[in-house]
């Protein structure tokens, strides 16, 4: 019987040819290496991970949350960053603020697509997001003006 690893592997390898779940023999699920059972077991393998690491007040990355958020303060500032950098680069090429891919709706910061996609709540989050970073690059502007030596 093949129960090494490599035997697995290879089984693997070969379910997944046949577009069958990677780990059973059930069709797999559209857009994903699993069927709709593991999907969902996954899913509440990662959900519980998070429900306790939110009940112990844990970053993603281990940390000790910041008060009030669930990142810790090193990775809001990495995240933060690179948000902020992305959110330029998109509205500086004047596309949608989400995917930087199409041109956003008429007043709106996102494109059609990103638009449907997003919840209510996460698009205020970036829309508030987008605010910060106007008013930032505005300080910015103003700086610069009353200092051009700099
Ligand atoms: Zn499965
Ligand atoms: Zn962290
Ligand atoms: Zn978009």
Not at 32 to 48: G, K, L, P, T, Y
Not at 115 to 137: D, I, P, W
Request: contains cysteine; charged residues 35%.
């Amino acid at each position: 019987m093949a129960t090494d690893a490599a035997g697995m592997a290879a089984k693997r390898a070969a379910r997944k040819a046949a577009g069958l779940c990677t780990e059973c023999e059930s069709p797999r699920l559209e857009g994903h290496s699993v069927c709709q059972r593991h999907f969902d077991m996954r899913r509440q393998r990662i959900e519980e991970y998070n429900q306790k690491r939110r009940a112990r007040k844990l970053c993603y990355c281990g940390s000790p949350v910041k008060p009030g958020r669930d990142r810790c303060p090193a990775c809001l500032a990495i995240e933060g960053r690179r948000q902020t950098r992305r959110l330029m680069e998109h509205r500086e090429a004047g596309l949608c603020l989400i995917c930087g891919r199409r041109p956003p709706r008429r007043r709106k910061a996102t494109c059609a697509v990103c638009g449907r996609k997003q919840a209510a709540s996460y698009l205020a989050t970036k829309e508030r997001r987008l605010r910060k970073v106007k008013a930032r690059a505005r300080r910015g502007q103003l700086l610069r003006i009353l200092a051009p030596s700099d």
